[in-house]
Nanobody
Framework: QVQLVESGGGLVQPGGSLRLSCRPSGFTVGQYDMGWFRQAPGKELEVISCFATSDGSSYYTESVQGRFTISKDTAKNTVYLQMNSLEPEDTAVYYC??????????????WGQGTQVTASS
């Protein structure tokens, strides 16, 4: 059974940093395309970042380019999202996801439970 367990969300002041973690069970990192979505209040779910197992490439939505970094640690079987220079507009529930093909309109097969990220003073 596939599960994705997220951690690392919380409250941070604007300009601060957080690192989200996602540890899958039922498969190993590198077996599927993996990444992160978010959903802000009153807004649609959007792809934030993901990486493709086919060629190792990464995708970032324009609003987080230069501030967020996706990475993976195969020894720990964990995927990370390092978020720097957080803005109030980054406030959302963040979801880890896996499966499918990573690109702008990614439709994953598996989802985590979500973790709240709030950037506010």
């Amino acid at each position: 059974q596939v599960q994705l367990v997220e951690s690392g969300g919380g409250l941070v002041q604007p300009g601060g940093s957080l690192r989200l973690s996602c540890r899958p069970s039922g498969f190993t990192v590198g077996q599927y395309d993996m990444g992160w979505f978010r959903q802000a209040p009153g807004k649609e779910l959007e792809v934030i970042s993901c990486f493709a197992t086919s060629d190792g490439s990464s995708y970032y939505t324009e609003s987080v380019q230069g501030r967020f970094t996706i990475s993976k640690d195969t020894a720990k079987n964990t995927v990370y999202l390092q978020m720097n220079s957080l803005e109030p507009e980054d406030t959302a529930v963040y979801y880890c996801a896996a499966g499918g093909v990573c690109y702008e309109h990614w439709r994953p097969l598996y989802w985590g439970q979500g973790t709240q990220v709030t950037a506010s003073s």
